[in-house]
């Protein structure tokens, strides 16, 4: 078990960070820059570029937010507009099959929940070294007993 990562441990696709987070920026400087150097424009339609450049922005950064966090007591799954927080135990198998835009997580409520902090858009080799990475910790971590049966008296 000594290659299992330290906890608390992010995984996130930081190439994809990156490159949002760098057109955020620059697509905010951009318009804004010609929405101060156009002298036609007035006031209002000023403020109506920066506000769009603004907005634009935001969905970028948004889009950045995807990361999956384990730590000692469990793993925060945070997709672009929800966050789930999930025990060891819920968490039965990691996937990442071959065409999978990202990590799909099998709980033990019969669901799957997308994990889009572990995508091999961009990097692929990092992606499947942090969805075994994952894999590893939940299979270290979790206690996969079997349920009782419902045949088995209770006493």
């Known amino acids: 078990m ?3 990562p330290a906890l608390p441990v992010t995984f996130r ?11 955020a920026v620059a697509l905010f400087v951009v318009i804004t820059a010609v929405a101060l150097l156009l002298d036609p424009l007035s006031p209002g339609e000023r403020l109506s570029f920066v506000l769009t450049a603004a907005l634009i922005s935001a969905v970028l950064v ?9 730590d000692d007591s469990g793993v925060t799954v945070v997709n672009i507009a929800s966050s789930r927080r999930l025990a060891w135990p819920e ?3 990691v996937n990442l099959r071959t065409g999978d835009p990202w990590v799909f997580l099998d709980l033990s409520d019969g669901t ?19 969805a075994r990475a994952l894999r590893a910790l939940v299979e270290a971590r979790s206690l996969h007993d079997p349920e009782p049966s419902r045949d088995t008296p209770r006493g």
């Open 2 to 4: 000594s290659d299992l």
């Open 13 to 23: 696709p930081g190439h994809v960070r990156a490159v949002l987070l760098t057109a």
């Open 62 to 70: 948004l889009l950045s937010r995807p990361k999956v966090v384990a």
């Open 91 to 93: 968490i039965l198998q």
């Open 112 to 130: 799957s929940l997308p994990a889009l902090g572990i995508q091999p858009g961009i990097a692929r080799k990092r992606a499947l070294a942090d």
